[in-house]
């Protein structure tokens, strides 16, 4: 059974720092393209950040670029989303996703961690 588990989120001040965490299990995360999306109320899902199963290709939202830096923890099967200088537009619940293609699709997701930005 595969589980993406996030956790991580809470309230934080604006220009404050968060670290999402996404622990995986029955997936191996350096096989698969894992991302991160958020989604606030009535906006549709957007990608935040992904990184590639060689753990060295990554890419991010323009409105976070220089802000947030996707990493990995292979011994832990871990994924992580550091997140600087948050502000208020940062509110979101996040979501932990895992894709592949080869050799058979797959597309999990997490259950979600809010992510709240305010004073």
């Known amino acids: 059974q595969v589980q993406l588990v996030e956790s991580g989120g809470g309230l934080v001040q604006p220009g404050g720092s968060l670290r999402l965490s996404c622990a995986a299990s029955?997936?191996?995360?350096?096989?698969?393209?894992m991302r991160w999306y958020r989604q606030d109320p009535g906006k549709e899902r957007e990608l935040v950040a992904g990184i590639g199963k060689d753990g060295g290709s990554t890419n991010y939202a323009d409105s976070v670029t220089g802000r947030f830096t996707i990493s990995r923890d292979d011994a832990k099967n871990t994924v992580y989303l550091q997140m600087n200088s948050l502000n208020p537009e940062d509110t979101a619940v996040y979501f932990c996703?895992?894709?592949?293609?080869?050799?058979?699709?797959?597309?999990?997701w997490g259950q979600g961690t809010q992510v709240t930005v305010s004073s």
């Open positions: 996703n895992a894709y592949r293609r080869i050799p058979l699709r797959r597309n999990y």
């Open positions: 029955g997936v191996t995360v350096s096989s698969y393209t």
